[in-house]
């Protein structure tokens, strides 16, 4: 598979990152590597992935396996093992992102874990990116929108988050296919001028930005789809989507635990199951597999633990497709092009 | 009714606060002095309440209209409001609290301008409280939690989470009967060190502070009911209320039409009826009617503006039963008992 390998994009698949390793990331780079047209290579020891992908009938596939020592466990600190294990399935992975043998790299492992190598041992910032954000494409009821930073960056400056809606309006272009997206910050109110003193400094950055910058949206609005590119600090980008797993989670399980409380409910809900389905599918996180790293000198994405091997294939076609539409190299001429008010500090 | 009125406590309620004033106001008002057996008083201009209150049968009732000349718009400045148009609703019906004749305040209208009011030209801080907090009851799948600040200080130091902390603990125990509430802090990871900068020192704070404190809560472990006081910040508070009701009515609506898709599921969920009917009871947010101001020398409670009578009804309720249980003088004593690093800054 070597010449072939060399003319077609190649996705690094993390195989040792997840709750359930290597099965579910083996099962999903197999899949994604039969499906979508790229070569993958899978990181971990060797003789542990081998036997796993001896499960799978990959004969013919573009798949193949890339010798790994070391595993970052999810409870290892993140910078240090960034430090400390260059030669895990993490690092390993990226430095074939790093030395071109690759275009992008897919982990559903530890996310601290690889942001640190990432940014610390692995491929660093594009150049003039004041800070990589966690970018997560988030379904709202016209179908999906990106928010970030869902995580990266517990405290941002103004600029941070400028950069974001820059980032953000590059990668919603490229995999919701969104000519010029609209970009709204997260604020506590509607008006210009609500806001904490980090939304208002952004709001003007933002407004200058020469983005389809829309103003503040609120939690609620999200979900409208009132923007197509939803910028915030990591730290509330964090809390919206866990609230948002926690509500579902809960909404679901109370009309479960009531639907099962009569005869004629349960009917009613075996009746309707397959409505329950479709409405559980509109809001599937397996759909784009993960959040990605923008900002950092290559495509990577990031996946929760929990993934199954649906949401690994789905990180498989999305990595490709960003690494099809150049989304490093246009965050980089973005980032380049800024004005320099905005590169300062 | 005017010694009955002496002996009992009195709840003002403000008839021109929300989107349909005066009606349901007025209606809330008339089934809160009809159930709870507290004394009602109406703010508003007198011959347009008279009118309404008319229109229900309220003989014998301990409920009457104090005339209020002005009347404060949804769309209006909250702090202008709250200097020029002191003969509003709100600041007559603030001033009763002030004077006494009532013990508590509630109103479905503009919460920046009752915020305003409350503070600037009404009750004032208790000595001691940094910052007065928005504290909103919300649903858990054991039942309800209190989160605060739900949005009146966008930008929070750790001293105000820490004097959350404690006025939250009083209102817990005070409406949901926990005898010692844990209180958590929310952050974007479990493990303490994890947090915004305002997050880790206000851990230090909350830790130090003889409260049951739990340390940090995620966004989905609030509907865990992990805590029963979850502190926060009001900027993401405020997001937390308003992305969970953007994910439930997504949720809903989202199912709501896959059910109409087919008739097979349209006969399942008439069948279903009643599971669904419960299952939206459990996140009935009319159950308690709006969120209190904590930390202000009274009691204020402020209702979504769309809420229906049975929120004021429920409004009323609460407000007597903060009342009741003396909420403003336990978070006197609280306060006046911390340790004077707390106090100090």
Not at 156 to 161: A, G, H
Not at 305 to 321: E, I
């Amino acid at each position: 598979m070597g010449n072939e390998a060399t003319e077609k994009l190649t996705v690094v698949v993390d195989a040792m990152g997840g709750d359930v390793v290597p099965s579910v990331p083996v099962e999903g780079a197999v899949l994604g590597a039969r499906e979508f047209g790229v070569n993958v290579i899978l990181t971990g020891p060797q003789d542990v992935v081998n036997a796993e992908l001896a499960k799978h009938d990959h004969a013919g596939l573009p798949i193949r396996v890339h010798h790994a020592d070391e595993v970052v466990e999810m409870t290892d600190h993140a910078a240090a093992s960034a430090r400390g294990k260059r030669e895990s399935s993490i690092g390993v992975g990226l430095n074939l992102v790093k030395q071109g043998e690759a275009q992008a790299f897919v982990s559903m492992g530890n996310t601290g874990a690889v942001m640190a190598a990432a940014l610390l041992g692995g491929l660093g910032r594009i150049r003039g990116v004041k800070r990589p954000a966690l970018c997560t494409v988030f379904p709202t009821k016209k179908g999906f929108c990106v928010l970030l930073d869902t995580g990266a960056n517990a405290d941002c400056r103004p600029e941070y988050l400028a950069q974001f809606g820059l980032m953000g309006s590059v990668y919603a272009r490229s995999i919701l296919n969104i000519e010029n997206p609209r970009v709204g910050i997260v604020s506590n109110g509607e008006e210009e001028g609500k806001g904490s003193e980090l939304v208002k400094e952004s709001f003007g950055l933002l407004k200058a930005s020469g983005l389809n910058f829309i103003g503040n949206v609120e939690g609620k609005d999200i979900f409208e789809h009132l923007a197509d590119v939803v910028v915030t600090d990591g730290f509330t980008g964090n809390v919206i989507i866990k609230t948002s797993e926690g509500v579902a989670k809960l909404i679901t399980n109370g009309l479960r635990e009531e639907l099962m409380r009569t005869t004629l409910s349960k009917i009613g809900g075996l009746l309707a199951k397959s409505a329950f389905v479709r409405a559980g599918k509109r809001m599937d996180y397996t759909e784009f597999g993960g959040a990605v790293l923008l900002g950092v000198d290559g495509i990577v994405i990031v996946g929760h633990g929990r993934s199954n091997a649906r949401a690994v294939r789905s990180a498989v076609r999305v990595a490709a497709q960003a690494a099809r539409h150049g989304v490093v190299e246009s965050i980089r001429q973005g980032i380049a092009a800024q004005p320099s008010a905005e590169k300062g500090a």
